[in-house]
């Protein structure tokens, strides 16, 4: 059974940092690309970063590129989230996901943790 579970969500001012893990299980994680993605209350699911399966390719929106870094551990099959110069804006609950490489949709999803960012 595959499952992702990310952590160190969290409340944090304008302006602060934080990083976000995601946790996977049940799968082989070296195979997988992986992103990240967040929803905020009202909006649609939107695409924060993403990472292929060695780790040496990545891609940002222009919404958190220069601010958001993805790296991922393949020895402690984790992917993380370094988000830095937070603002009110990147409130939302924050998602990883995996998807296995050449594919369009992602396979697996975890259920989230929420960053709330106070101006």
């Known amino acids: 059974q595959v499952q992702l579970v990310e952590s160190g969500g969290g409340l944090v001012q304008a302006g602060g940092s934080l990083r976000l893990s995601c946790a996977a299980s049940?799968?082989?994680?070296?195979?997988?690309?992986m992103g990240w993605f967040r929803q905020a209350p009202g909006k649609e699911r939107e695409f924060v970063a993403r990472?292929?399966?060695?780790?040496?390719?990545?891609y940002y929106p222009d919404s958190v590129k220069g601010r958001f870094t993805i790296s991922r551990d393949n020895t402690k099959n984790t992917v993380y989230l370094q988000m830095n110069s937070l603002k009110p804006e990147d409130t939302a609950v924050y998602s990883c996901?995996?998807?296995?490489?050449?594919?369009?949709?992602?396979?697996?999803w975890g259920p989230g943790t929420q960053v709330t960012v106070s101006s």
């Open positions: 996901a995996a998807r296995r490489p050449l594919k369009q949709d992602y396979d697996y």
């Open positions: 049940g799968l082989t994680f070296s195979s997988y690309n």
């Open positions: 990472i292929s399966w060695s780790g040496g390719s990545t």
